[in-house]
């Protein structure tokens, strides 16, 4: 599949894997909590940020490298942790690390990710992050975070902002979350695409790569992939916990889910070396601020003693220059890539790095800035209030 001369931005890949996903499998990705609002401001709060851009600079030769924990990357890309991602395409995770890897990019695995912690180290890519769904089953908990650390994952990524499942009100319409059996119109809709079919029947099925026994034999079972992780969540999740992963795990540990300087302290004291200002991607609290807007107020919390990063929301080549302007060491993409691979498999998360790495590059140059580490929020020009 061409997917080069088919698609030109991310958002045509969106429309791509619509067209190619099962209209609950698409929704399940593209999806947010209750009414949505999160997830549109999480894109409409980046295009509210202009650039102030510079003339008559030298940018023959431009560099959008990074370094992320000490390592050099060689774009400011992440891809975020994402669950079960084989309901677009099977080992959608282990594509994407390959395809991270031939970009200089990153990876952060997901708990709940489809393919393995040791699956996903096999494939070499580096930097690689363990993100870490606190779990009710702790004995379960810190196995995980042994294998990652006996695997060679560089760093810890705890989840703080998933105490409950959320509302999402296109799952419950699909019946996602509801125990029953497929409908007619269900029915058809997945077999009426049928690449995604085939791929599906051919294998292998989506499942948690992680939890070896949790396999969907048939579509209708993914109802009950779903439930399972909603029951494992642990709502008791506190600062001690912190305390004690970080004495745990030996390595840089990051905290994926905060949106409040009020956090920022405290976590510090523990010894947290970074952050992942991220709302889930809208996925959790709905009228929860974006994550661009309050990316500068974590980072002056911060005051250089913890790395920063962003999700939620990025969509352009631009959105990345913006969240490293205002002090992100890189971005992580979730939905992105995943539009990617459900357009077109490992090619299309190819595809997702090249669009993402050229329009850094053209927006480096347009704003008179060679090198991504000569940004700085002179580079914009910030709203001055909320609408």
Known sequence: MNVSAKFVNIEDLRRAARRAMPKVMFDFVDGGANGEWTQRRNQSEFERILFDPR?????????????????????????????????????????????????????ALSTYASNSIEEIAGTGVTP????????????????LIDRAQASGYQALAITVDTQVPSMRERNVRN?????????????????????????????PRPAYGNMESIRASTAGQFV????????????????????????RWQGPLLLKGVVSTRDVARALDLGVDGFIVSNHGGRQLDYAPSSIEVLPEIVDACGGRAEVFLDSGVRRGSDVVKAIALGARAVLIGRAYVYGVGAGGEAGVDHVFRILRDEIDKCLALIGVPCLSQLGREHLRLPTCGP
């Not at 509801?178 to 791929?199: C, E, H, K, N, Q």
């Open 224 to 247: 009950a992939l779903g439930d399972r992780v909603s029951r494992d969540l642990d709502p008791s999740l506190s600062w001690q916990d912190i305390a004690d992963f970080r004495t």
């Open 55 to 107: 003339v008559l600079v030298d940018v023959s030769r431009r560099d959008q490298s990074t370094t992320v924990f000490g390592q050099k990357v060689d774009t400011p890309i992440i891809i975020a942790p994402t669950g079960l991602t084989s309901i677009a395409w099977p080992n959608a995770e282990l594509l994407a690390a390959r395809a991270a890897r031939r970009a200089g990019a990153g990876l």
């Open 128 to 143: 690689r992050w363990f993100q870490l769904y606190v779990s009710t089953n702790r004995r379960w908990t810190h196995e």
């Open 175 to 203: 019946g996602y979350r509801a125990r029953r059996r497929l409908t007619l119109g269900t029915a058809i809709d997945f077999a009426s695409r049928v690449g995604w079919l085939y791929r599906f029947l051919k294998g």
